[in-house]
């Protein structure tokens, strides 16, 4: 005789299963080890954020490092192994006063400083690409392609017409896309790329069920190595948006193209790339091709992700704040600094650095906005400048110290992108690339407002709370 259960006990029984769930994953996020901030926000969206939390922790919170990932061993053995092919490195003129920088990524990294480079900035969308299909046009052997976005729209099908007219002439070209930045664009879309015998792989593939482990970790660079010797590196993706921008204002980023031995750091980091979603090792001399001076830009190629112990790019700015003695300008879409972060840049700006940090002030991700604006106040009670930028998006990844020193590349000054993501940025030792990285900020600087404490902290109550409320869960964001 089948007796069936009162609606009071199913609830009861759904209960005792949630509360369950709810403590499994509290031991599992403890025994993690993790950040103790990050576990303290984990903990407390799992149990204040009912069903929400759970299916949060679940997408975003699991920690594959360990599962899914190639192992450190292998990677630090694939990161020496394509450098190897480069050869001895000569020495190059650089600034004395970034000698310990220098050493920290070289040993840290294993990113030696590749000199003889010709670098150009761009801050336009049309530019950057113009500039780049003609690259792919005279392009002789190879291209190697590497973004978050690839996106089917027009500009994508332009990319895409350029790449298999080469592809055609029988060049070798082989192309990365981040599955979840990308996920907006048709399947067919990479399929042609394919059917053109383009080698077209996703980065970390997001399907049910390992979607829920996966979608946490990003491949956030932007490459484009052309015959080894000319790259692409910086914050602009392949999409309509970056020449276009949006209906309310313009797509502000910045780009950089580089011809000389910079371009083999770029190289090595795509071929590592490819490594973990072919499981095809290249490190063939034909993609290291000799290199003669094209410039006086020395750098250093440095990229980062959760497969670390220890990630170069934070460490990098980190060191270069220490370093800086006259100014640091930094653009960035999203400010969400880790507390070394915080507390580098209060002291600079209190032992008299220059330290202006430029916001978009309307964004595209208006949770990650809301807990930046949360920053604004303690930075400015330390005497670091800030600004927003009214004229559109803000999406640049620039950075400058002391006018000689000048990062550019994927990086947002957030902990998901300094922590989580997979990162590519240019450390790039001059005066020359100082001065033009410098003067791209100032001239931004006139479709800013400055932000003073005394209006900012006049803000309705309300406002702030939220802002607050919303930076508790910034390790989540």
Request: aromatic share 12%; proline share 4%; net charge neutral.
């Amino acid at each position: 005789m089948y007796i069936g259960l009162s609606n009071d006990t199913l609830i009861l029984i759904v209960q005792i299963i949630y509360i369950l769930t709810v403590l499994s994953i509290v031991i599992v996020v403890i025994s993690e080890n993790r950040n103790p901030i990050k576990t303290v926000a984990w903990i407390m969206a799992v149990i204040f954020l009912p069903v929400i939390g759970i299916i949060w922790y679940l997408i975003f919170g699991q920690d594959i490092t360990k599962k899914h990932v190639i192992s450190k061993r292998i990677y630090s053995r694939l990161k020496k192994r394509p450098l190897n092919e480069i050869g001895a490195q000569e020495e190059f003129v650089f600034p004395e006063e970034y000698i310990s920088l220098i050493t920290l990524l070289k040993n840290l990294d294993h990113s030696p400083l590749l000199g003889g480079n010709d670098v150009k900035l761009f801050t336009d969308g049309q530019d950057k690409f113009d500039s780049l299909f003609a690259d792919i046009a005279h392009a002789k052997k190879h291209i190697h392609v590497e973004y978050y976005a690839l996106m089917d729209d027009e500009i994508g099908k332009k990319f895409q017409e350029a790449l298999i007219k080469k592809a055609r002439e029988g060049l070798e070209i082989r192309i990365i896309y981040d599955s979840f930045g990308s996920r907006k664009a048709k399947k067919e879309y990479y399929e042609e790329y394919r059917k053109a015998g383009i080698e077209t792989e996703p980065f970390l593939k997001l399907a049910f069920p390992v979607l829920t482990s996966r979608i946490n970790y990003r491949n956030h660079r932007k490459i484009v190595v052309i015959d080894g010797r000319i790259g692409y590196v910086g914050g602009m993706n392949v999409a309509d948006r970056y020449i276009h921008g949006f209906e309310w204002g313009n797509w502000r980023d910045t780009h950089a193209r580089i011809e000389g031995k910079g371009v083999q750091g770029l190289q090595s980091a795509f071929l590592i790339d490819w490594y973990f979603v072919s499981q095809t090792l290249i490190t063939s001399r034909k993609y290291f091709p000799a290199l003669g001076i094209y410039g006086n830009n020395p750098m250093q190629i440095v990229d980062s992700g959760p497969l670390k112990e220890e990630n170069g790019i934070p460490f990098g700015i980190l060191q270069a704040i220490y370093n800086a003695k006259k100014s640091i300008f930094i653009q960035t879409p999203y400010f969400l600094p880790p507390d070394a972060m915080i507390k580098a840049l209060h002291a600079a700006a209190i032992r008299g650095v220059d330290v202006r940090i430029m916001l978009s002030e309307r964004s595209d991700m208006p949770l990650v906005q809301l807990a930046s604006c949360s920053y604004i106040q303690e930075m400015l009670e330390n005497e670091v400048k800030m600004y927003f930028y009214k004229k559109g998006f803000l999406h640049s990844k620039l950075m400058v110290f002391d006018d000689s020193l000048t990062l550019v590349g994927s990086t947002n000054f957030d902990s998901r992108s300094l922590e989580q993501n997979f990162e590519i940025e240019a450390f790039i030792y001059d005066e020359e690339t100082g001065n033009q990285a410098r003067s791209i900020f100032i001239a931004d600087q006139h479709d800013c407002e400055q932000i003073f404490l005394k209006n900012w902290i006049k803000r309705p109550r309300r406002e702030r709370f939220l802002e607050s409320c919303v930076r508790l869960f910034v390790p989540l964001l």
